[in-house]
């Protein structure tokens, strides 16, 4: 590895500008505004693979957004590596809370700052630079397939379709994905479980239209104000999910398992001191880093009706809107979460409005073993990187496509992220540190060449 690394000390600049090449793309997946953009970036992607040395780079179109899939297959008996990735980013508004334009990415103070940044533009292109890096010094380990899809951020729905057409092309011995976080950096960690998610929006109706908040206020149920009264009461006063059934299928851990996972570090006054609180709150019974990991939830993302612009107009709206999700965790499955929200939903509306329930995207939960040959070769490859071995946590995210690949591929994920949890995903001033980007470039050849003598029995 001496050489490899010394080729990354040599590189290390061209390795950064050409990520910020790709991060100057605005591959906005949710904004249809941006559709050109993407497809830029999917080019961007392709030329970049072939650069890097894959071999069968190409574009594969979809009835969204496309996946880039490329790889190199050295040798049919080693085992092979399929990496997963996304090119495409959040919507980056508010805007105006960007201390520097989104898309016009500037390193500051060792971090870079823009969005995709580290969700997932840095994290996939590290697996991209690796490549490289391995094959002009030590040559693969392993076989490589590489799969980068534009549609992550909107529910992957085509790459599934993708994934069921294309099961031959894609088999492979694991999945390797770089789109989560690690405690700190001197704190390396493993995510070995996902969140699964139910996404839906509601929609109350009152009166055939706005009214005049003096003439009728107080004869008419106003909608908002019954949004509010429905969604306040979804949880208990232990701050407990008041859906019939909802915890049904959920996987209580043992007592061991939950210590096992409180070994963590998590410092609850700097959780506290980086979010500007003075109080947590959640589901009673569990602790901070449980409530966001091994439970489930259901927040408001959104809510809106009536007046919202400048100054005040007096109006009783007709409706009111609010965007719901839910995050679940094994056994949940997210359709029949979705069902029982609607018939709750509907079931508890009072007679003086009209409720619809429409169901967004979702996906399952998933949990990855620590006892595989691939979670030994990749706390190896951290713990090499690191000089420290990583600590196996569970993640309060989803990335729904990891359940899909053990369905329809058989294949176990690890989830090897490099991000911080602050490195403010989905929010202004993403960013991702310089050293992250680095030390991932550097990981992933350890991992190949772990995950290689580990599956031979050598290691
Ligand atoms: N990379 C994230 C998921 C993530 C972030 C997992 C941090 C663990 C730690 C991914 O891009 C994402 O944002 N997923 C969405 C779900 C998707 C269906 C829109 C999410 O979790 O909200
Ligand atoms: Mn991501
Ligand atoms: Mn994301």
Redo the contacts with the bound molecule.
Sequence with gaps: MEKAEAYIEAHKERFLEELLGILRIPSVSADPAYKQEVQRCAEAVRDRLIEAGADKVEICPTAGHPIVYGEKIIDPDLPTVLVYG?YDV?PPDPLELWASPPFEPVIKDGQIYARGSA??KGQFYMHVKALEVMLKNDGLACNAKFMIEGE?????DNLALFVKENKDRLKADVVLIS???MIANDVPSI?TG?RG?SYLEVEVTGPNRDLHSGVYGGAVANPINVLCDLISSLHDKDRRITIPGFYDRVVELSDAERKALAEAPFDLEEFKRDLGIEEVLGEKGYSSDERSTIRPTLDVNGIWGGYIGEGAKTVLPSKAFAKISMRLVPDQKSAAISKLFKEHFERIAPPYVNVEVRPH?G?EAAVTPTDSVAYKAASLAMEETFGKAPIPTR??????IVALFEQELGLKTILF?F?LDSNA??SPNEHFGVFNYIQGIRAIPRFYKHFAAVSNGKS
């Design positions: 996304h959040q969700d997932d992550e951020e909107v529910g992957s789109d989560t976080a995510n996902l998610l995207h996906g993640g309060g995210g989803s990335i729904p992220g991000g995903i989905h």
